[in-house]
């Protein structure tokens, strides 16, 4: 049965003109290998033909001004190229034009999908995927069967071990306090510049930020604890140089490793999981210009130097806490 939507009646009319051209294109090629080879033979009964005589008539003046180029005659010259040449310029211009109609054929194929058929069947069993419930045993039994699979499925989910950072800056609304607008932007700009070079250094997996501060996702502990060290060491210098207000940029660090389940594509904001929530406790109750740890985490560290034990329990964790010697802490 003929289709006689808008996108049936394109796609048709292209059809049919990829047809015509390339049944013109083949018909003209072989006119010209036809003439050039009555220009060789002595044939009078085919030259005299009523037929062969309109297309000679026809594709005559391309031969002769082809001709000209190269200093012969049509008809006289023997033998004149001109017709074959003239027959692979018309096979070659043939192909070329057949491709571009194939590609722009394809692309509306593509972004003028055909309108899925309704299927009322289909409809109320897609329909019954959100709205079963279980008002028979037949409901019960596919539930459970579905709840089932989605909870083995979610068990095999591959975790990852990683360890997340948690930066804040001490005391950020009271020292915007009385500040010109633009000294705060350029200040935070600046310290999130500082952050950013300091974990890409450390080779950071994922960050998300607040307008204060960040939680950044690393694969390597140690690379992680040295990058938030770094940071703390770093403030001195850039308080001196790059701070355009009135206080001292001053912040607390928290740290805490685990496994999470966690894509490459995932964003860190979506995530959502007790290692993290932990990180981000050990950050509140960090001291100004300190790092926090559990001591889970100091257990595993390669070089634990620096770090002092604190009397702070954070989430059932016993804490050790790393001060910058550059900040006086």
């Known amino acids: 049965m003929l289709s006689f939507s808008p996108r049936g009646l394109v796609l048709a009319t292209f059809a049919a003109i990829r047809f015509l051209v390339g049944a013109i294109g083949l018909l003209a090629a072989l006119a010209y290998i036809g003439l050039f080879v009555l220009s060789l033979v002595h044939a009078p009964h085919i030259a005299s033909n ?15 001004a082809l001709s000209r180029q190269f200093g ?44 899925a058929p309704k299927n009322a069947a289909g409809e109320a069993r897609a329909q ?9 045993e037949t409901d019960r039994t596919l539930l459970l069967k579905r709840y089932r699979e ?7 989910t591959a975790r990852k071990t990683c360890t997340f950072v948690s930066i804040d800056v001490v005391g950020s609304t009271e020292m915007k306090r009385g500040e010109r607008e633009t000294a705060i932007a350029a200040t935070f700009q600046a ?5 950013r070079t300091i974990f890409a250094q450390y080779r950071v997996w994922k960050d998300t930020w607040t307008p204060d501060g960040v939680m950044a996702c690393f694969l390597d502990c140690d690379l992680a604890v040295s990058a938030a060290q770094q940071v703390l060491l770093a403030l ?3 308080n001196e140089s790059e701070n355009q207000l009135r206080t001292p940029i001053r912040v607390r660090c928290g740290l805490n490793q685990g496994e999470v ?10 995530v959502a999981d007790h ?34 034990a604190t009397d702070r329990n954070v989430d059932g964790y016993a804490t050790y806490e790393w001060s910058s010697p550059a900040t006086g802490a």
Request: proline share 6%.
């Open 50 to 64: 009523r037929y062969v005589e309109r297309i000679a008539h026809l594709l005559a003046p391309s031969i002769v």
């Open 72 to 115: 012969w005659r049509w008809p006289g010259t023997h033998p004149n190229w001109a017709p074959l040449i003239l027959s692979a310029a018309v096979a070659i211009a043939r192909s070329l034009i057949d491709g571009a109609l194939f590609r722009l054929d394809g692309a509306i194929r593509r972004l003028w999908k055909p309108a």
């Open 128 to 136: 019954s995927r959100y709205t079963l419930s279980a008002q028979s």
């Open 150 to 156: 989605i909870e083995e499925a979610l068990k095999s």
């Open 191 to 195: 310290y999130e510049e500082m952050v």
């Open 236 to 238: 001195p210098k850039f």
């Open 261 to 270: 389940v966690v894509f490459e594509d995932s964003a860190l904001e979506k």
């Open 275 to 308: 290692v993290i929530d932990v990180a981000g406790h050990m950050q509140k109750h960090a001291q100004p210009d300190g790092l926090q740890i559990s001591d889970a985490v100091y257990a595993k560290l390669a070089k634990p130097d620096g770090f002092v």
